[in-house]
């Protein structure tokens, strides 16, 4: 099989194969897009693939194949084809085989001394080093960003990519905005001599939406050849006893690979040597659903760098020991996430002596540095190494002897995810730094009116940031105690910073900076 990188000097679309070296599937892509030819369709070649899925004990996919119309059944031999079956099929029995068994793990906390703490006021100054230090790299353009956007907003009753949602701000802007915003801003701040690359991941449901939503917005202000879309990789879904599943007559159910694909989908979709090309060396990674996410944080990408990390993770304190949250720690004396379903009661509520602290305290918010070198060099030997994850959900399909279309009310399949975290184990040099829930961490997870990690929190808690900003530069803000619709446009403050002008004057509460000097006072 012939593959080429493409690496067009200017923005376009195209319909191509895009694969996860496991599966490669037509849609919609842009700029640096690896393509594998699937074989011709033939007799002999679809009797060959037809001995190669009853060898891997996927042979029953094929009942009904000559019903399909021609059309149908070339799409089908294509999508079949472009799946290595061997392979899923072992991640399957490897990743169930596997499932339920890490109680053998040794699990421990990481050790007092192990990380730094934003919290800690004795480390103002350390935190003035590592600020200073990401400014200049970003100031270098030796920093770049990912985000990780492939979900849609179901649970928030939007079939839009969840980037697109408007948590009710007085600027109605969306997750998107905002972050692009923050990007401008710390290109701003460098003088605007920076730029900073924004690698987009979306997934099949959400590419060409997305892609639209940032056309619609002129890039929210950003340079349209600084933005690279790439695809999240797919994989078959599975029934219990490890048979691949049809969505429909002729052709395959599959699902998003988990957010540890972004590692292969960043390789394959050559945006790992884009960034190579612009000299990148530093790249922050968060995911779409946390309206606090400071966007290509210099503090944090200082701090890693300066300890001379190839990958770095952010952390909060967890509100409390049951809160059903992984976190970082040692498994197996290697940095690891464990979930919260993994750790005992008696575990979870342990605390470091004499500080009243919890022990797993490190509530992992996927937000995470690397180095370019660690990305391009170092993962690919690794991914061997990566197991894939169970998740047991409903999964409509249909009857293969049947023909019947099948909707559970109860999970019926299997779905096989990497996560992000799975690199963890093999990182040799690792840095992880604890900040402040309140300043960088509100997940937008749940529907409107749930109270939890919704729309609503999400919005209380940027305003009420907006609010710290002002006061922190000596600003009052009238009727601060109620919560007032207060925001501050990411172009005029990324951190709290810019506002020295607001010194000593009482601002009106319900207001949108979108100039520091058109402030409404009282």
Known sequence: ????????????????????????????????????????????????????????????????????????????????????????????????????????????????????????????????????????????????????????????????????????????????????????????????????????????????????????????????????????????????????????????????????????ALRVSGALDWLRERGVEHVHSYCVDNCLVRVADPEFVGYAALRGAECGALVVPKKAWDEPVGVICLRNSRYGVVEYSEISSEMAQLTRDGSGELAYNAGNICNHYYTLDFLQHRVPELEAKFEHHVAKKKIKHVDVESGDLVIPTKPNGIKLERFVFDVFPHVERMAVLEVARNDQFSPLKNAPGSGVDCPETARRDLLAQCVRFAEAAGATIQDAESEPAFEISPLVSYGGEGLESLRGKTLVGDQLITDIASVQTV
């Not at 007799?43 to 891997?56: D, G, I, V």
């Not at 599943?245 to 540890?260: D, I």
């Open 1 to 264: 099989m012939g593959m080429t990188i493409i690496h067009p000097k200017e923005r376009f679309t195209y319909r191509f194969l895009y694969f996860d070296s496991l599966i490669h599937e037509e849609s919609d892509f842009s700029i640096g897009t690896m393509v594998q030819s699937t074989a011709s369709f033939t007799s002999e070649s679809l009797a060959a693939l037809k001995q190669r899925y009853a060898e891997a004990g996927q042979g029953h996919v094929f009942k009904g194949f000559d019903e399909l119309d021609d059309k149908t059944a070339g799409e089908f031999f294509g999508q079949l084809s472009g799946i290595e079956v061997e392979r899923v099929t072992g991640f399957f029995k490897n990743a169930t085989a596997a499932h339920g068994q890490e109680g053998g793990d040794k699990i421990e906390p990481l050790e007092a001394g192990s990380f730094a703490s934003a919290l800690d006021r004795a480390q103002a100054d350390e935190r003035a080093q590592w600020r200073a230090e990401g400014m200049r790299l970003i100031g270098a353009n030796k920093v770049a960003v990912i985000l990780l956007a492939g979900g849609q907003g179901s649970r928030l009753g939007s079939s839009e990519p969840k980037g697109c949602y408007d948590i009710g701000l007085p600027s109605q802007s969306s997750l998107f905005a905002i972050q692009a915003h923050r990007i401008r801003r710390l290109q701003q701040l460098s003088g605007n001599t920076a730029t900073i690359p924004w690698l987009v991941m979306t997934s099949g449901p959400t590419s060409a939406a997305t892609q639209a939503t940032f056309a619609q917005a002129d890039y929210f202000g950003l340079r349209e050849e600084d933005v690279f879309f790439f695809n999240q990789g797919v994989l078959p879904c599975f029934d219990f006893d490890g048979h691949i599943l049809l969505e429909q007559a002729g052709r395959v159910a599959v699902a998003p690979n988990g957010n540890g694909g972004v590692y292969e």
